[in-house]
């Protein structure tokens, strides 16, 4: 069986390295690396093959935004899972519309962790209740702000697909 390999961005330490201690426990995934800040990152990727990348949008003094515009601009493809103690309606549309597969909220359990990575890594999106509610409750927002309904976009309509799929199945 191939292992998930992951790649852990985060600014809290402690997080970080007792969340890759669960994760290498696990038999289906193996932690390709761990650091802080998004330069660190790029780094570990350009030297490791890694599958999924769990990305804190809050990194200090970077935003989880900076790392997806490194990513198109280097062009890497990876898939990444943003872990977060919280995101504002606007910045979750955000990281979706830039490439990310999901959003997991931290306050969540291990298992809804455990499930959400093995998703993504399968080419599923994955949203944690408050982020879908973010989402939704974001794009009602903009569109009566602008007074003008436009057409999704191809990641959003993707997005939207993936959601319907969770919901349904």
């Known amino acids: ?27 289906d995934f193996e932690v390709a690396g761990q650091c802080a ?21 809050d990194l200090g003094e ?4 900076s790392f997806f515009a ?3 601009r280097r062009r890497i493809e990876v898939k990444v899972l943003m872990v977060t103690a ?8 955000r990281v979706m519309e830039a490439g990310a597969s999901g959003v997991f909220l931290k306050h969540s359990s291990l298992e809804q962790l455990l499930t959400a990575i093995r998703q993504v890594a399968n080419g599923e999106v994955w949203l944690d209740t408050g982020a879908l509610h973010a989402l ?11 007074g003008i309904t436009r057409p999704l976009t191809s990641r959003q309509s993707q997005v939207m697909r993936g959601i319907l799929a969770l919901v349904s199945g």
Do not use: C, Y
């Open 86 to 93: 919280g995101m504002s309606d606007l910045a979750t549309m």
């Open 37 to 57: 800040t998004i330069p660190e990152s790029m780094a570990l990727l350009s030297e490791a093959s890694v599958d999924l990348v769990l990305l804190d949008f």
């Open 1 to 27: 069986m191939k292992k998930i390999r992951i790649l852990m961005v985060d600014d809290h330490s402690l997080f970080r390295e007792s969340l890759g201690r669960l994760l290498q426990s696990t038999s």
């Open 70 to 72: 490194e990513l198109k």
């Open 136 to 146: 939704i409750d974001g794009k009602s927002a903009l569109s009566e702000n602008s």
């Open 62 to 65: 970077e935003q989880g935004f």
